[in-house]
C-alpha cells in the first residue's frame, strides 16, 4: 500500500528487510515514518549476530528486560549512551550504526509527541443532571462495542436546539473516562455559528492535545488526518467532537480503528456518515423534566406548590435549556411565585420571551439553527407557524409557503435537518411547542402584514375545501367530484378521504375556527354539513361538538333557519354517543324543533322528534319515545327519505326492546332490515351497506333474549364480521362482542368466549371506556 510521509511523499511499504512483522507499536510509527522502527531493527541485528537477549545485555551491559521492551516496542526512544553500547556489542559501524541512533532519535521524539498536554480537556458536568437512563447504557454499548478492522466506533448525537446534547455527551464522557486511560478529548466545532472550526484547525488542536509540538504538525490536512489515526490506533482514546457542522467537517477526525472512541454532538442529522451508531436525544418525559426543574431549584422547590411546577414542567416542553433558564429565573428571584410565572407563560403570545436568564435565551438557541438556513427555507419555516393543528404534510407545507411541491420537500429536509422540525415514518412534520413560537415571532418580525394574510388567505380555504371534499365522499349523491378543484389534493376513494380527514382534524377544525372569527360562515356551514354522514363513522372523536356548533353559529349569522336547525340536531346527536348526555340531547333537540317549525323545514322537525325520543330512551322512558319515532317515521315516508325512514323503524325497535318486547322487537328490526336489503326499497345503496350490520346485532341481540343462542350468535358473528369489514371500531361494535362473548359462554364455547371478551375490551380500551374495558378482561380471565 502507499503511505505518506511527513515530507508528503508516498512510497511502497513493501517487505520489511529483516523480513519478519514488526509490533503493533512499531508498526504504528513505521506507518507514519515510511521505516522500519527501532525495535524491529535491533532485533534483526541481534539474530544477525546470533545472540540471545541474555547474551546481548551481557557484552552491552543494557538488562534483558530493557531490551525485550524496546524490541517490542514499549521503549521506542532508548538515550544516546544506550544505543551507543548496544551498537558496540553488535560490532555496528558505517550505516548500520547511523541508522540505530536516528531510529532512537526519532522514537524519543514519538515518545515527545505523544505526551498528554492538558489541551481539549473535557469540561465540567453538571451537578443537577437529570434522566436519561437509557442513553448512557446506549454510551456503555458504545464503550464496548466490537469495532471492524480500519474503521473505529464512532457515536452520533443528533437532536434539536435546547435537548441538552452537549450536557449529556460531557456526563456521558465523565461516566466512563475511567476506561480511557490514555484521555478524553473535547473539541467544540463551533458548527451553528457563520464559520465552523475548519477540519485542518480542528486536527492541528487535537494532535497538539496528543502531545504532537506545532513544528512537528503536518501542513497538509491529509497528511494531519494520518497522523491523528496513527497516534489513535494503540491507544484508548474517548474524542467528544461537540457540535459538529457537516459530514465533510467530523469525517477526518474519525479514528481508524482500534480501542479509542469518538462521540460527536450535532444538531444535523450528517446522513451521510457512514457506519456510525446514531442516538437521537428526545425532550424528557413529564416527571424528568419535573425532577430536573426541582433539583435546580433545590431548596427552593419545596416553598412552591407541586402542580405549579408541573404546570412549569409542562410549558417547557421538556427541553432541558428552558426548564434550566426557568429554574434560575425562581432561584435568582426568591420572591417570586411559581405559579404566578406559570401563569405568564400561559400566555402564548408573550411566552417565549419569558425563557429568558441572564445569558441564556431559547430563542437564540433556536436562532442559530434558523440562520443556517437558506432564505426560501426561513421564509417556508416562519410560514409554516400559521397551520392549526399540531403536525401537517408536504402538500400543506406547500399551500402555506406558496411553493411547489418539490420546493416543500426539499425545505421540509432542511429544517429537519436542523431539528427545527420533527417528522415520522407517516410523512408527517411537526414543531416542538416552543420552536412553534419562535416561527411564529419570525412571522410577525419578517413578513410584512399583507404578506402574513395572503399566508393565512392561503391556508383557511384550502383548509376547508379540502375537508368539505373528504367529508362528501360518504354522504349520499357525492363521492369524487366531477370536476376537481385544480388546486387540492383529490382523495380518489372512501379510504384516502377517511385517512385524511383523521391525521387533519386539528388542521381543518382550527381553519373552521379561523375562517368563523373571519365572518366566513358560508365556508363554515359547508364544511360542517359536509361532516354529518362521515361523523357517524368516527363517533367517537371529540371534535364534532365543536364543528357542529360552529355551523349552528355559522347557519344563525346567515340567517339559514333550517341548516341553523340541522346543525342542533346534529349537536343532539353527538350527545347520544356514550358518555351520554339526555338531557343535552333534550335542550339541542327542542331548539331545532322551534327553528324548524319557524322555517317550515318538516324533515328537521322529524328529525328533532327521533333525537327527543332517543333522549327518552336513554332515560328510560321508552313509552314515551315510542310514538315521537313513530311520528318521525311518517314523515319521513311522506317526504320519500327512506334512509332517515328505516333509521326511525330500528329506533322504534330499540325502544320495543327496552320495555322487554323481545319479539316484537325482532320484527321491528327484521322489517327495516329487509328494506335495507331490497333493491327497490329507495335506500341508498351506502346507507343501507352502512346500516345493516347494526341490524343484525339488534336481531342478534333480541335472539339472545329469546333463547335462541344458536342463532343469536350467527346473526351476531356476521354483524360483527361486517363492522369489521367497514372499519368501524366503536360502543355499537364493542357491546355486540360483549354480548356475543355471554352467549358463548352460555353455549359452554369457553375459549371463544375468552376470545371475544379480550377482543370487546380492546375496544373499550380504544374509545376510552377504561370501566367497561376492565370489566371485559376480567370477564376473559374468569372463565375457567
Request: with cysteine; proline share 4%; net charge negative.
Amino acid at each position: 500500500m502507499n503511505v505518506i510521509e511527513p515530507g508528503g511523499q508516498g512510497r511502497s511499504e513493501g517487505v520489511h528487510r529483516l523480513g519478519r512483522r514488526p509490533p503493533a507499536a512499531e508498526r504504528e510509527w513505521g506507518s507514519i515514518t515510511g521505516r522500519p522502527g527501532f525495535g524491529e531493527v535491533l532485533r534483526g541485528h541481534r539474530r544477525a549476530a546470533r545472540l540471545t537477549l541474555e547474551r546481548l545485555a551481557e557484552a552491552s551491559g543494557v538488562s534483558a528486560r530493557t531490551l525485550s521492551d524496546m524490541e517490542r516496542g514499549r521503549s521506542k526512544g532508548p538515550q544516546h549512551r544506550t544505543v551507543t553500547a548496544l551498537a558496540d556489542a553488535l560490532s555496528l559501524d558505517g550505516e548500520a550504526r547511523a541508522e540505530l541512533v536516528e531510529l532512537a532519535r526519532d522514537g524519543r521524539l514519538r515518545d515527545h509527541w505523544t505526551r498528554p498536554s492538558g489541551l481539549c480537556e473535557l469540561p465540567r458536568s453538571v451537578e443537577d443532571f437529570t434522566g436519561h437512563a437509557a442513553e448512557l447504557a446506549w454510551m456503555g454499548d458504545l464503550l464496548h462495542a466490537e469495532s471492524s478492522p480500519g474503521v473505529g466506533v464512532v457515536g452520533l448525537i443528533t437532536g434539536s436546539a435546547g435537548l441538552g446534547k452537549t450536557t449529556f455527551a460531557v456526563r456521558a464522557a465523565h461516566s466512563v473516562r475511567a476506561s480511557f486511560p490514555d484521555g478524553v478529548l473535547f473539541l467544540d466545532l463551533f458548527g451553528m455559528s457563520q464559520q465552523p472550526l475548519g477540519a485542518g484547525d480542528a486536527l492541528r488542536f487535537l494532535l497538539r492535545a496528543l502531545g504532537v509540538t506545532d513544528q512537528h504538525v503536518p501542513g497538509d490536512i491529509q497528511e494531519r488526518a494520518s497522523l491523528y489515526r496513527s497516534l489513535l490506533r494503540d491507544k484508548r482514546v474517548l474524542v467528544l467532537l461537540d457540535n459538529a457542522a457537516s459530514e465533510e467537517q467530523v469525517r477526518p477526525l474519525l479514528s481508524g480503528g482500534g480501542a479509542s472512541r469518538t462521540l460527536i454532538t450535532t444538531r444535523r442529522l450528517l446522513a451521510g456518515l457512514e457506519g456510525v451508531r446514531r442516538l437521537v436525544l428526545g425532550p424528557l418525559p413529564t416527571p424528568e423534566s419535573l425532577e430536573l426543574l426541582t433539583g435546580i431549584l433545590g431548596e427552593r422547590a419545596a416553598s412552591d406548590e407541586e402542580s405549579a411546577l408541573a404546570r412549569l414542567a409542562e410549558l417547557c416542553g421538556g427541553l432541558p435549556l428552558a426548564l434550566r433558564i426557568i429554574a434560575n429565573r425562581l432561584v435568582s428571584r426568591p420572591e417570586w411565585d411559581a405559579a404566578e410565572l406559570a401563569a405568564r407563560l400561559a400566555n402564548e403570545e408573550r411566552r417565549l420571551e419569558q425563557f429568558t436568564a441572564g445569558d441564556l435565551k431559547i430563542a437564540n438557541a433556536f436562532g442559530m439553527s434558523y440562520e443556517q438556513l437558506a432564505d426560501s427555507a426561513r421564509r417556508l419555516f416562519r410560514r409554516l407557524a400559521v397551520t392549526p393543528g399540531r403536525d401537517f404534510d408536504a402538500v400543506l407545507t406547500a399551500v402555506a409557503g406558496g411553493v411547489p411541491i418539490e420546493d416543500a420537500w426539499d425545505a421540509l429536509d432542511d429544517l429537519v435537518d436542523l431539528g427545527l422540525l420533527q417528522d415520522s415514518s407517516a410523512g408527517r412534520y411537526r414543531f416542538h411547542d416552543l420552536v412553534r413560537l419562535f416561527a411564529r415571532e419570525r412571522l410577525q418580525e419578517e413578513e410584512p402584514p399583507g404578506g402574513r394574510e395572503a399566508v393565512t388567505e392561503r391556508v383557511t380555504p384550502w383548509l376547508l375545501r379540502m375537508a368539505t371534499m373528504s367529508g362528501r365522499w360518504f354522504e349520499p349523491g357525492y363521492g369524487i367530484p366531477d370536476r376537481a378543484d385544480p388546486g387540492l389534493s383529490v382523495p380518489s376513494s372512501e379510504e384516502e378521504a377517511d385517512g385524511w380527514l383523521r391525521v387533519n382534524a386539528d388542521n381543518w377544525l382550527g381553519a373552521m375556527r379561523a375562517a368563523a372569527d373571519g365572518g366566513r360562515h358560508s365556508l363554515v356551514l359547508d364544511c360542517a354539513e359536509s361532516m354529518h354522514w362521515f361523523s357517524e363513522r368516527w363517533v367517537h372523536s371529540p371534535h364534532w361538538h365543536e364543528v357542529f356548533t360552529l355551523g349552528a353559529e355559522s347557519a344563525a349569522a346567515l340567517g339559514d333557519l333550517e341548516q341553523q336547525a340541522t346543525q342542533l340536531n346534529y349537536l343532539a346527536w353527538v350527545h347520544s354517543v356514550p358518555p351520554a348526555d339526555p338531557q343535552a340531547m333534550l335542550r339541542y333537540a327542542a331548539e331545532a324543533l322551534e327553528l324548524a317549525a319557524q322555517g317550515g323545514a318538516k324533515a328537521q322537525i322529524a328529525w328533532s322528534h327521533e333525537y327527543t325520543a332517543g333522549a327518552l330512551l336513554l332515560l328510560g322512558r321508552a313509552d314515551e319515545a315510542i310514538p315521537l319515532s313513530l311520528r318521525a317515521a311518517e314523515t319521513f315516508k311522506a317526504l320519500g327519505d327512506m334512509d332517515s325512514y328505516v333509521q326511525t323503524l330500528a329506533n322504534v325497535a330499540n325502544c320495543l326492546r327496552d320495555e322487554g318486547r323481545y319479539a316484537e322487537a325482532l320484527r321491528q328490526f327484521r322489517t327495516a332490515l329487509a328494506l335495507m336489503d331490497g333493491e327497490a326499497s329507495g335506500m341508498t345503496p351506502s346507507v343501507a351497506t352502512h346500516s345493516r350490520p347494526f341490524a343484525l346485532i339488534r336481531i342478534g341481540q333480541c335472539l339472545g333474549h329469546l333463547g335462541r343462542r344458536g342463532e343469536a350468535i350467527t346473526t351476531l358473528s356476521e354483524g360483527i364480521a361486517l363492522l369489521d369489514t367497514l372499519q368501524v371500531s366503536d360502543f355499537r361494535h364493542a357491546g355486540a362482542l360483549e354480548t356475543l362473548a355471554v352467549l358463548l359462554s352460555e353455549e359452554g364455547r369457553t375459549g371463544e368466549s375468552r376470545r371475544t371478551y379480550a377482543l370487546a375490551a380492546r375496544v373499550f380500551e380504544s374509545i376510552g371506556d377504561a370501566q367497561a374495558g376492565n370489566r371485559c378482561h376480567a370477564l376473559a380471565s374468569a372463565a375457567p
